[in-house]
């Protein structure tokens, strides 16, 4: 089992190669709980897997070194393996699903190494580079199944305790679990009464289901654009420490993921990828079950597309009640837009779009669907207006909030 000498050694290890990220406070994120974040998504690459991979590489033999390296990674794992081999002089061959954002494909590619896309999920890539490990004599650096590597995740559990020795729990984003293995091994030794949250996407709840079975269990999809969590099956090894050590396993929606990234990136002026985010969406829809604790979350990652970061902004925007669309049955006659648009105006709401529709079959000849898109303040707004308008007599056939 892993032990607390190794993380020891692998943070003595990092001290030069890693930075010890920020851990920030962030009174907007919580009402009910001190929050801090843990701030991994300025970690150089921009994920805390740079800790882990440049850790196990450092630990290689000559012989290994030798033979080249090869690994498997949604992105932030091929990104860390890439700088660390690079930096070692090192040839790094990476297996990447094809679904990979662009951004971590090609940032992996600038690190130094030589990318291989392989089509479907993680796991379809994990399976391809053990092929070609097996074919190649390659040197294989897991992404989180690996003794080293979750020594080197570890290490922010040491920093976290040293800038926040009174911490009364620690939330976690959970794939393979790697990440969570390290922190809670650190801290349930040397504090064990700080609380351990581990948390998964809805769609990709592996670890969760593992645990809630008491046995290791396998999905045969997943379906998260938290791409960086998204993995069918636990690991060996972090499925036990995880079992030992941590006290929760909790999940989070898409639009409660959508949502804390928007929160994040206004509140506290961070960027967030998906799998970044889901502690922070644990501690905003209330699933961590503490009041007036100090809290830290793990924000594991910043690489998010920015093809995707429009539509997970417009997710965001619609879980919240700051962007509703509404579809509104009009008689199709002059003044009808003056008065919906009057209400609105008068509720403090700002539209943005408008369609106008009168030729769906379904509906009589002189009448039409009105659907407009709006920007408001929250949900309480957006209710208000929705009242307003039925109270004026206006027949709301259709609205998404």
Do not use: W
Not at 17 to 32: C, N
Not at 38 to 49: A, D, I, V
Not at 200 to 221: C, V
Not at 371 to 394: C, P, S, W, Y
Request: charged content about 20%.
């Amino acid at each position: 089992m892993l032990t607390l000498d190794r993380i020891y050694h692998a943070a003595f290890t990092l001290k030069d190669a890693v930075r010890k990220t920020d851990l920030i406070l962030a009174p907007a994120l919580s009402m009910e709980n001190q929050i801090y974040l843990k701030t991994e998504n300025l970690q150089m690459t921009g994920s805390f897997k740079v800790r882990g991979a440049y850790y196990k590489i450092s630990q290689l033999s000559e012989e290994e070194k030798a033979k080249g390296i090869i690994a498997c990674s949604a992105g932030n794992h091929a990104q860390g393996v890439a700088l660390a081999a690079s930096k070692n002089g090192i040839p790094s061959l990476i297996c990447m699903p094809d679904g990979a954002p662009i951004s971590k494909v090609e940032a992996t590619k600038s690190f130094g190494a030589e990318v291989c896309l392989v089509s479907d999920t993680y796991d379809d890539a994990y399976n391809r580079a053990v092929e070609l490990q097996k074919e190649k004599g390659y040197t294989f650096i897991h992404p989180f199944d690996d003794e080293a590597v979750i020594a080197g995740q570890g290490t922010i559990g040491l920093e976290i305790l040293d800038q926040l020795d009174d911490v009364d729990a620690i939330v976690i984003p959970v794939g393979g679990g790697g990440l969570i293995s390290g922190i809670a091994a650190v801290i349930k030794q040397l504090k064990p009464e700080c609380q351990i949250y581990g948390v998964q996407a809805a769609g990709a709840p592996s670890m969760y289901q593992s645990i809630k079975a008491q046995e290791k269990r396998a999905l045969e999809t997943v379906d998260t654009f938290a791409d960086g969590i998204a993995v069918k099956v636990p690991g060996d090894q972090t499925y036990e420490l995880v079992s030992k050590y941590v006290d929760e396993m909790l999940t989070v929606t898409e639009d409660e993921i959508a949502a804390a990234i928007l929160t994040l990136m206004e509140k506290q002026k961070l960027v967030a990828e998906g799998a970044g985010a889901v502690p922070v969406a644990a501690v905003m829809f209330g699933k961590i079950p503490l009041r007036g604790k100090k809290v830290v979350c793990v924000v594991s990652g910043g690489n998010i597309d920015v093809n995707i970061l429009n539509r997970v902004i417009t997710r965001g925007l619609i879980m919240s009640g700051r962007r509703i669309t509404l579809t509104i049955a009009l008689m199709d006659k002059p003044g009808q837009l003056v008065g919906v648009s009057n209400i609105i105006s008068r509720c403090g709401g700002n539209v943005v779009a408008v369609h106008h529709d009168n030729s769906d079959p379904n509906m009589s000849i002189n009448s039409c669907f009105l659907k407009i898109v709006m920007e408001t303040r929250d949900n309480d707004q957006a209710e208000m207006i929705k009242r307003q308008l039925a109270e004026a007599g206006f027949n709301l056939v259709g609205e998404r909030v």
